[in-house]
């Protein structure tokens, strides 16, 4: 059973908005900062004990590790970014810090240098979570969320977040930095599989008129009993620039 793997680096508006982005290569791919790639395929996966274990805008079919990208926009606010991906199952993950240069592209691709790429693609998009984090710690509790851009052809009209809920039942919504509520979520149980890293699927409905910037996710988990609990997240949302306004 192969296990941890380290590999050396050698309206019209709103309908503009639902089309999907073409799928060309990114020109800026982000340099692993701190030289091995780190994944597991049928190894133990390290228990993190995150809620949220993916946030991407909306996309459909098998998953390619070539086409993932992250909505940073072209100025960073951080000179580091930490991703970690993981399947529904359990089965893979990887985590890895990129350095981010100071100006760049907006949607840069990411140095994928696994040996799983045969694997993952037996996994459709909904069953992978990417989870990137500003920073070089994904545990960290500062730092800020970036949407990955998944496939090839993404919907900046939605973005999608799974969640480990542990028995919880969860809602979410989306706030401004006002403090004025964005737009509520849909969540429902993750796609058909075993639920190992994730158990719940959320999509929020983006309005039109959205403005890049700093937003806060803001998560409700409801017990058996009825206890409820809120985590927050910060999430940045660079779409516009991304998408080419």
């Known amino acids: 059973m192969p296990g941890l793997r380290s590999r050396p680096t050698n309206t019209v508006a709103a309908l ?14 982000l340099a692993l900062a701190e030289g091995d790639y780190r994944e597991a395929f049928a190894g133990l996966a ?10 991407s805008f909306a996309a459909a079919g098998t998953f390619e590790t070539g086409s993932v990208r992250l909505g940073l926009g072209a100025a960073r606010t951080s000179e580091f970014v930490c991703v970690r991906v ?3 199952d ?8 990129y350095r981010l240069p100071p100006q760049g592209e907006a949607a ?20 992978i979570g990417i989870r990137a984090l500003t920073g070089r710690d994904c545990a960290a509790a500062e730092g800020a969320l970036v949407p990955a851009l998944p496939a090839t052809q993404v919907d900046f009209a939605r973005l999608t977040f799974q969640l ?23 969540c429902a149980p993750a796609e058909d599989g075993a639920a190992v890293a994730f158990n719940y699927a ?10 890049d910037g700093a ?31």
């Not at 840069?108 to 069953?127: F, M, N």
């Not at 480990?164 to 849909?186: I, K, M, Q, T, Y």
């Open 90 to 97: 359990g089965l893979y993950w990887s985590e890895n810090v």
């Open 16 to 29: 503009l908005l639902a089309l999907a982005v073409p799928g060309a290569a990114a020109a800026e791919t």
């Open 202 to 211: 959320c999509e929020i409905a983006l309005p039109a008129e959205l403005a």
């Open 86 to 88: 993981q399947s529904q």
């Open 164 to 186: 480990n809920a542990s028995g919880r039942r969860p809602s979410a919504r989306l706030f401004d930095g006002a403090g004025a509520e964005v737009a509520a979520a849909a």
């Open 46 to 55: 390290p228990v993190s004990g995150r809620l949220l274990t993916g946030l």
């Open 215 to 245: 937003y806060r996710l803001e998560v409700t988990l409801r017990g058996m009993t009825g206890a409820r609990t809120v985590e927050r997240f910060d999430v940045l949302v660079r779409r516009n620039a991304v998408h080419g306004g």
């Open 108 to 127: 840069p691709g990411l140095e994928i240098k696994t040996g799983y790429a045969r694997e993952l693609a037996r996994y459709g998009v909904g069953q």
